[in-house]
C-alpha cells in the first residue's frame, strides 16, 4: 500500500512543477496550463488526506475531503474555459499570446 507521504511527495513536485511553468513561461495557454497543474496538486492533497483520516468519527466526515475536489474541479473547468475564451481575445486585440509582447 502506498503511503501518505508518498502522495504528499508527488503532489508537491506536480506543484512545484506547475508553478514553475506558470512563472517561467512567457506563452499565456502556458501560464493557463501550469495554473490546472497545480489546481490538480491540491486535489491529490485533499483526496490523500480524505483517504488516509482514520480519525474521523463518520463516513460523512471522510467525505469532505471528496466534495472538495469536485469543487474545485467544477471550478478549475471554469477557469480553463473562460481563460482560454480570453486568450482568443487577447490574440485578437495584439496578434500575439506571448506576455512579454504585449503593449497597448
Excluded: P, W
Excluded at 33 to 47: F, P, S
Amino acid at each position: 500500500m502506498v503511503s501518505l507521504e508518498a502522495y504528499l511527495l508527488v503532489a508537491s513536485i506536480l506543484f512545484a512543477i506547475g508553478l514553475f511553468i506558470a512563472l517561467g513561461k512567457r506563452n499565456l495557454i502556458s501560464i493557463v496550463m501550469g495554473i490546472e497543474i497545480m489546481l490538480n496538486a491540491i486535489n491529490l492533497v485533499a483526496i490523500s488526506f480524505a483517504r488516509y483520516g482514520s480519525m474521523f468519527d463518520s463516513q460523512i466526515d471522510a467525505l469532505a475531503g471528496h466534495v472538495l475536489v469536485i469543487f474545485i474541479l467544477t471550478v478549475a473547468a471554469a477557469e480553463a474555459a473562460i481563460a482560454l475564451a480570453l486568450c482568443v481575445l487577447v490574440y485578437r486585440h495584439f496578434n500575439t499570446i506571448n506576455v512579454s509582447d504585449m503593449t497597448s
